[in-house]
């Protein structure tokens, strides 16, 4: 079956560094996004990776392993607006998304 | 741009009645919309894939007769929960690829909370 696995919930200091990782086991693969998703809000994009290794965008990043089926996203200098849920999302082969169940981030002053 | 618009954004309803929940693409056109649940604390759940001009593909389990897609045009599609018990109470999100950006990004709208009395 297909499968998305990421830690329930993380605490992270602000101004620290975090990393949040994602594995995933999918039938086919076609890139992997990263949404936020603040509560009672719907999600937002991130970010979204096909190929190996690292896309930088500004204060967050996010790293793809498609042999490892691995991904994780990284956010630096923490800020407390930061404090939300971070999903990740494999494509299926049939281009559909298969989501993770989310990571709640909280950021403690 | 790129921007997705749900309607109501929270509605509170008796059981065994029946809500339309609206989605609509501002900014362009969408063949494709796609409709989630979310229950508290948990991910997304893809209930259905919406289909302009034609019928819905839902997902296994969810229940076709209760919850009632219609994609009329290339910018709005609307889902009807029918006979809403309390246990459909939820958060209801639409969503669209305007297909421009190269891969499958998928815009959100804001989402609807649902409240089945």
């Known amino acids: 079956g297909q499968n998305i696995d990421q830690p329930t919930e993380m605490t992270a200091t602000e101004g620290a560094i975090v990393q949040i990782n994602c594995t995933y086991q999918?039938?086919?693969?076609?890139?992997l996004f990263w949404y936020q998703q603040h509560a009672g809000e719907a999600p937002t994009f991130l970010s979204y990776?096909?190929l190996d290794g690292l896309e930088e965008k500004g204060r967050f990043s996010s790293f793809l392993s498609r042999s490892k089926g691995y991904s994780y996203l990284l956010l630096k200098e923490l800020q407390m607006k930061d404090s939300a849920s971070y999903l990740c999302?494999?494509?299926?082969?049939?281009?559909?998304?298969?989501w993770g169940a989310g990571t709640k981030l909280i950021i403690k002053p | 741009g790129a921007v997705v618009s749900q309607h109501p954004s929270w509605v509170i309803c008796k059981s065994g009645t029946s809500v339309k929940i609206e989605c609509r693409s501002l900014?362009?056109?969408?063949?494709?919309m796609f409709w989630y649940r979310q229950f508290p604390k948990q991910s997304l759940m893809l209930m259905a894939t919406?289909?302009?001009?034609?019928?819905?593909?839902?997902e296994q389990g969810v229940e076709k007769d209760k919850f009632l897609i219609n994609h009329a045009s290339l910018t709005l599609s609307t889902l009807t929960v029918t006979s809403a018990h309390p246990e459909d109470s939820s958060f209801y999100i639409c969503?669209?690829?305007?297909?421009?950006?190269?891969?499958?990004?998928?815009?959100f709208g804001p989402g609807t909370r649902l409240t089945v009395l």
């Open positions: 969503s669209a690829n305007p297909g421009t950006s190269g891969y499958n990004e998928q815009f």
């Open positions: 900014d362009f056109q969408a063949t494709t």
């Open positions: 919406s289909n302009e001009g034609s019928k819905a593909t839902y």
């Open positions: 999918t039938s086919g693969f076609n890139g």
């Open positions: 990776n096909v």
């Open positions: 999302a494999a494509v299926d082969s049939n281009y559909q998304l298969i």
